[in-house]
């Protein structure tokens, strides 16, 4: 019988990366990376992309997947995920799904719903008007949705009105179609948590540490590769605010400083996400304990 897949979800800088390479490390694992930023080539620093140390140890997945200038969504990343499920457990590994981008896990545990695919006509009229006018709509037609989505992702504003006007049916409601999540298709799916102080600290020497290791560089290196038009890549958290500090529009202090404000109501919105939308057996992971104690502690209660 092939190993089941572990599920190891959580707010940015909650530790789950690490937790993940530990388990893997104890139960002859694989970690297959969650997240829609990582799949991007160059995307190393502002991503906290793992470390090719880090990769030496234990083999990733899902990782450097396309360059900035193709496109990718969630239907390329459940395929992509399912053959990496299946080849590691071809090997006899345990497959670890981590990662911070529910759509994506959900997505790949209960398929990907009955949302229409994009209009190119509808999509260009979409395109051209301003967003307070698009989120009028969306809080006129989806108040739900409204209330969850980014108002600063443009992408995702544009693409629930779109869905809107195609079906005539609220955003919100077409994903609470999924179907149940399919049985046996994981074993134990985790969540990671932390009290709210310990969050915001490690968010905020992530961050500092980012820049420390050369994201303004980073960016500038990538905005001649594609970065600036790839609209997906540069809703990315850092990246995008980076761009702008480079643009003149921003100095330096204070962009770091909006990249941990910005960081931190992300990382609140995952853990509404998650606990709104996704079964998991809930972790909390105290100040100064490791991963591997973490990893061990879910071994413990049955993993293994």
């Given at each position: 019988?092939?190993?089941?897949?572990?599920?190891?979800?959580?707010?940015?800088?909650?530790?789950?990366?690490?937790?993940?390479?530990?388990?893997a490390e104890l139960l002859g694992g694989e970690v297959i990376s969650v997240d829609?930023?990582?799949?991007?080539?160059?995307?190393?620093?502002?991503?906290?992309?793992?470390?090719?140390?880090?990769?030496?140890?234990?083999?990733?997945?899902?990782?450097?997947?396309?360059?900035?200038?193709?496109?990718?969504?969630?239907?390329?990343?459940?395929?992509?995920?399912?053959?990496?499920?299946?080849?590691?457990?071809?090997?006899?590994?345990?497959?670890?799904?981590?990662?911070?981008?529910?759509?994506?896990?959900?997505?790949?545990?209960?398929?990907?719903?009955?949302?229409?695919?994009?209009?190119?006509?509808?999509?260009?009229?979409?395109?051209?008007?301003?967003?307070?006018?698009?989120?009028?709509?969306?809080?006129?037609?989806?108040?739900?949705?409204?209330?969850?989505?980014?108002?600063?992702?443009?992408?995702?504003?544009?693409?629930?009105?779109?869905?809107?006007?195609?079906?005539?049916?609220?955003?919100?409601?077409?994903?609470?179609?999924?179907?149940?999540?399919?049985?046996?298709?994981?074993?134990?799916?985790?969540?990671?948590?932390?009290?709210?102080?310990?969050?915001?600290?490690?968010?905020?020497?992530?961050?500092?540490?980012?820049?420390?290791?050369?994201?303004?560089?980073?960016?500038?290196?990538?905005?001649?590769?594609?970065?600036?038009?790839?609209?997906?890549?540069?809703?990315?958290?850092?990246?995008?605010?980076?761009?702008?500090?480079?643009?003149?529009?921003?100095?330096?202090?204070?962009?770091?400083?909006?990249?941990?404000?910005?960081?931190?109501?992300?990382?609140?919105?995952?853990?509404?996400?998650?606990?709104?939308?996704?079964?998991?057996?809930?972790?909390?992971?105290?100040?100064?304990?490791?991963?591997?104690?973490?990893?061990?502690?879910?071994?413990?209660?049955?993993?293994?």
């Open positions: 019988m092939n190993p089941l897949p572990v599920v190891i979800a959580g707010a940015t800088a909650s530790g789950k990366s690490d937790v993940a390479m530990a388990l829609s930023m990582q799949v991007y080539r160059g995307l190393d620093i502002g991503t906290a992309k793992p470390t090719r140390e880090m990769r030496g140890r234990i083999p990733h997945h899902l990782l450097d997947v396309v360059e900035l200038t193709d496109g990718f969504d969630v239907a390329h990343f459940v395929r992509l995920a399912q053959q990496a499920v299946a080849e590691i457990q071809g090997r006899g590994r345990v497959p670890i799904l981590c990662g911070g981008t529910g759509m994506y896990f959900n997505a790949w545990l209960n398929g990907l719903g009955t949302a229409p695919a994009p209009d190119p006509r509808l999509r260009i009229e979409l395109e051209a008007l301003p967003t307070a006018a698009l989120l009028e709509e969306l809080a006129r037609k989806d108040w739900q949705t409204f209330d969850e989505i980014d108002v600063a992702n443009r992408r995702r504003v544009v693409r629930a009105v779109e869905v809107i006007r195609l079906t005539g049916r609220p955003f919100s409601s077409q994903r609470a179609l999924w179907p149940d999540r399919a049985p046996g298709l994981a074993g134990r799916s985790f969540g990671l948590e932390r009290v709210r102080e310990d969050l915001v600290f490690r968010i905020e020497h992530r961050v500092d540490r980012m820049f420390a290791e050369g994201l303004v560089g980073e960016t500038q290196r990538l905005s001649g590769l594609g970065l600036s038009a790839n609209r997906t890549a540069l809703q990315a958290i850092g990246y995008r605010q980076v761009v702008e500090h480079l643009r003149g529009e921003c100095g330096l202090r204070d962009t770091i400083e909006k990249v941990k404000a910005k960081t931190r109501q992300f990382a609140k919105r995952q853990g509404t996400w998650f606990r709104g939308q996704m079964d998991l057996e809930w972790i909390r992971m105290e100040a100064g304990e490791t991963p591997l104690a973490v990893a061990r502690k879910l071994i413990e209660g049955g993993l293994g």
